[in-house]
């Protein structure tokens, strides 16, 4: 089980969602400028109110993705030739042409689901030779095409709506032959000046067909693919194991896009306040209340055996909230890994207030080389602070190792305890935030910085700022 599931169960979706995007349409795509800011509005502020009310439950964790970070993946252009063969009123034409393709994609409001709509623009000029009978007829024309396609994220999966294109059409003509006497090519020359804005018009409406179709199939094959991983990796497990959120909405205003959930079952405690709204609206911000770790924790680890080794490699994960403790997982090459049953109620007490981190482990026994050992109870605190324009997570006190019913360690646990100890001597007693280069279609393109980072009133805030290269 993944530790960082709770964190990250949007984003990841959000990153295998547009990590697939760069090849969605044929045309390449070329980020818009924008002027917006995006700072803190009283659209978010309304949202956030409102989708609380809605499943009269209270919010205990929200993401929230800039279009400006969200659309990066569809910054590209392609420029490819085409060939041209058509049949049109008798008329054979074939010819050569070279298109110019960009698209953006926009994040548009939506209520109860996210929205982005993919917009293809692209520009063919050509050269054809058309023929009919007698007459031969050669042309430069430009084509201009722009297709949208809308793409709808909900909590179940992501949908499209069918592509709508528009074309509209530029066209000279630049020789003509008509074989024949004088009135034959009277006749036909007459002939095709009344014939060309039909063909003309059959042409254009086949070509704005065959961009709808394109759009269609290309991005309806990876949407495909990346709602059937979403399926496979995230949202049938989690339901599968009583992990899925009671409230998981997804929903979208003009330049972002939030995901709201409610970690935790009707017996479970849930978030005792609102969302802060006083929280600057970066690029990427996470907002989780503790309710939400500890829900989630609950589900996850409650009585259940973990391998040390296994904790350790998932504590690597940035994401995962014991990346700030992975030093009490570090061993030398000779110790060998404990394992560790979790306690049956409160195995992970997470609190965020005054600006601190507080983590209480509670395990009901350890295993080592054979041996069983009596449970223990770690204690690890954190301030959280800016400096400059770092992020310092700093150890405020001690860690302590009690055992489970806050008296004295007795005999039999004197042993475990020097282990953990021994363990905890190398947690890193101050750690600087550092900036994430995203994979995938981000790579090479930019890098998060951490810009924003809170613990108040039972809620942490950690957000970053995509700066591109």
């Given at each position: 089980?993944?530790?960082?599931?709770?964190v990250?169960?949007s984003?990841s979706?959000?990153?295998?969602?547009?990590?697939a995007?760069e090849?969605?349409s044929?045309a390449?795509?070329v980020?818009?400028?924008r002027?917006a800011?995006?700072n803190?509005?009283?659209?978010?502020?309304?949202?956030?109110?409102a989708?609380?009310?809605?499943?009269?439950?209270?919010?205990?964790?929200?993401?929230s993705?800039?279009?400006r970070?969200?659309?990066?993946p569809?910054?590209?252009?392609?420029t490819?030739d085409?060939?041209?063969s058509?049949?049109i009123?008798?008329?054979?034409?074939?010819?050569?042409?070279v298109?110019?393709?960009?698209s953006t994609?926009?994040v548009?409001?939506?209520?109860?689901r996210a929205v982005?709509?993919?917009?293809?623009?692209?520009?063919?000029?050509?050269n054809t030779?058309?023929?009919?009978s007698v007459?031969?007829a050669?042309?430069?024309?430009t084509t201009?095409?722009h297709?949208?396609?809308n793409?709808?994220?909900?909590s179940?999966?992501?949908t499209?709506?069918r592509?709508a294109?528009?074309?509209s059409?530029?066209?000279?003509?630049?020789g003509?032959s008509?074989q024949?006497g004088k009135?034959?090519?009277h006749i036909?020359?007459?002939?095709a000046?009344e014939?060309?804005?039909?063909t003309?018009?059959?042409?254009?409406?086949?070509?704005?067909?065959?961009?709808?179709n394109?759009?269609d199939v290309?991005?309806?094959e990876r949407i495909a693919e990346?709602n059937?991983?979403?399926?496979?990796?995230f949202?049938?497990?989690?339901m599968?194991?009583?992990?899925?959120?009671?409230v998981?909405?997804?929903?979208?205003?003009?330049?972002?896009?939030?995901a709201f959930?409610?970690?935790?079952n009707?017996?479970q405690?849930?978030a005792?306040?609102?969302i802060?709204l006083?929280v600057?609206?970066n690029?990427?911000?996470?907002?989780?209340?503790?309710?939400a770790?500890?829900n989630?924790?609950a589900t996850?680890?409650?009585?259940?055996?973990?391998?040390?080794?296994?904790?350790?490699?998932?504590a690597?994960d940035?994401?995962?909230?014991?990346?700030?403790?992975a030093?009490?997982?570090?061993?030398n090459?000779?110790e060998k890994?404990?394992?560790?049953k979790?306690a049956?109620?409160?195995p992970i007490d997470?609190?965020?207030s005054?600006?601190?981190?507080k983590a209480v482990?509670?395990?009901?026994?350890?295993?080592?080389?054979?041996?069983?050992?009596?449970?223990?109870?770690v204690t690890l605190?954190?301030s959280v602070?800016?400096?400059?324009?770092?992020?310092?997570l700093?150890?405020?006190?001690?860690?302590?190792?009690g055992s489970?019913?806050g008296?004295?360690v007795?005999?039999?646990q004197?042993v475990?305890?020097?282990?953990v100890?021994?363990?905890?001597?190398?947690?890193?007693?101050?750690?600087?935030?550092q900036?994430l280069?995203?994979?995938?279609e981000?790579e090479?393109?930019?890098k998060?910085?951490?810009?924003f980072a809170?613990?108040?009133?039972g809620w942490?805030?950690l957000?970053?700022?995509?700066?591109?290269?």
């Open positions: 089980m993944r530790f960082h599931r709770f990250l169960i984003v979706f959000l990153v295998l969602f547009a990590a995007i090849n969605l044929a390449p795509r980020f818009r400028n002027t800011s995006y803190s509005s009283g659209n978010y502020a309304k949202q956030v109110a989708q609380a009310a809605v499943k009269d439950a209270k919010i205990n964790a929200f993401v993705v800039s279009e970070f969200l659309t990066v569809f910054m590209t252009e392609r490819e085409v060939d041209i058509e049949m009123n008798g008329v054979r034409t074939i010819g050569s042409g298109m110019v393709a960009k994609g926009d548009v409001s939506g209520f109860n982005i709509s993919v917009n293809l623009d692209g520009v063919l000029n050509s030779v058309g023929k009919k007459v031969t050669h042309s430069e024309t201009h095409l297709g949208v396609k793409i709808y994220i909900t179940e999966g992501i499209t709506s592509a294109a528009t074309a059409q530029n066209s000279n003509l630049t003509m008509i024949g009135i034959v090519r036909a020359k007459q002939a000046a014939q060309r804005p039909v003309e018009a059959i042409g254009r409406q086949r070509t704005r067909v065959r961009f709808e394109r759009l290309q991005i309806g990346v059937a991983n979403y399926q496979k990796k949202r049938e497990p989690l599968m194991q009583n992990q899925y959120p009671q998981f909405n997804l929903s979208s205003t003009e330049d972002r896009l939030n959930f409610t970690f935790g009707e017996q405690p849930v005792d306040s609102d802060p006083n600057p609206q690029d990427v911000l996470f907002q989780i209340h503790q309710s770790v500890n989630f924790t996850a680890f409650a009585g259940k055996i973990f391998d040390e080794e296994k904790i350790a490699e998932y690597k940035p994401g995962s909230p014991f990346y700030f403790f030093g009490l997982l570090s061993r090459a000779e890994p404990l394992i560790v979790f049956e109620e409160n997470v609190s965020f005054g600006n601190t981190i482990i509670r395990a009901d026994a350890f295993a080592q080389d054979g041996k069983q050992h009596p449970g223990l109870e605190s954190y602070k800016k400096e400059g324009t770092k992020i310092i700093e150890q405020t006190a001690a860690p302590v190792v489970r019913e008296k004295r007795g005999a039999s004197t475990i305890q020097t282990i100890k021994r363990r905890l001597a190398k947690l890193e007693t101050r750690r600087v935030l900036e280069e995203p994979k995938g981000w090479g393109k930019g998060l910085v951490p810009a809170d613990s108040q009133n942490f805030a957000s970053y700022n995509w700066v591109e290269k």
